[in-house]
């Protein structure tokens, strides 16, 4: 069955730059029509779409977050790693990743990683 | 960017149905997903594709999508229906992921 686990530190400083990595096993990014999301919730408040990296390396990115965000796959190791740069306290957040397959003609996030919670303070 | 607007908040009676809505330009022109969220535990997928359900999702739960409004509808609620309610699209632009602001259901 499909798994997805996120893992990263849990406190990071104002400006740092935060590493998560997804490790997922059951389906492999390299078959095609499959994509990796991450999706972050700061607490008492609703889903954010953050980045997607798809099985043919496509890569999007929420446009409010562009510019420090980083999406990148290791297809062997079974790994997505996001990275987001200059950290803010109102990055803090519970991080999930979320798998994503064209299921008839939509992308729905179908399993999801249990998610890790990533608190900014100095 | 694309929006999605969901009321904050729905309450029903157990045993009544509640009903759910998402709205955005043209949504019907998209395909919505429906997310279910429990207090300390990842969305789960309850709808997708407007109407279908993932296997294991009871036949309670079902969506429907028209103009500008798509609609989860959950018939028979129990207890344990309660929890805050995601819609989201795929839009196909520059910004391909769009999430509503959820909708807590609360069971009386």
């Known amino acids: 069955q499909i798994t997805l686990k996120e893992s990263g530190p849990s406190l990071v400083k104002p400006t740092q730059t935060l590493t998560l990595t997804c490790s997922f096993s059951g389906f492999s990014l390299s078959t095609s029509d499959v994509a990796v999301g991450w999706i972050r919730q700061p607490p008492g408040k609703a889903l954010e779409w953050l980045a997607l990296?798809?099985?043919?390396?496509?890569?999007r990115y929420s446009p409010s977050l562009k510019s420090r965000l980083t999406i990148t796959k290791d297809t062997s190791k079974k790994q997505v790693v996001l990275t987001m740069t200059n950290m803010d306290p109102v990055d803090t957040a519970t991080y999930y990743c979320a798998h994503t397959a064209r299921l008839n003609t939509g992308w729905p996030f179908d399993y999801w990683g249990q998610g890790t919670l990533v608190t900014v303070s100095s | 960017s694309y929006l999605l607007t969901q009321p904050p908040s729905v309450s029903v009676a157990p045993g009544q149905t509640a009903t759910m809505t998402c709205v955005g330009n043209h949504i019907a022109t998209k395909n919505v997903h429906w997310y279910q969220q429990k207090p300390g535990q990842a969305p789960v997928l309850v709808v997708y594709d407007d109407f279908d359900r993932p296997s294991g999702v009871p036949e309670r739960f079902s969506g429907s999508n028209s103009g500008n409004t798509a609609t989860l509808t959950i018939n028979r609620v129990e207890a344990g229906d309660e929890a805050d309610y995601y819609c989201?699209?795929?839009?196909?632009?520059?910004?391909?992921?769009?999430f509503g602001g959820g909708t807590k259901l609360t069971v009386l």
């Open positions: 990296i798809f099985w043919d390396d496509d890569r």
């Open positions: 989201q699209v795929w839009d196909s632009s520059t910004e391909p992921v769009v």
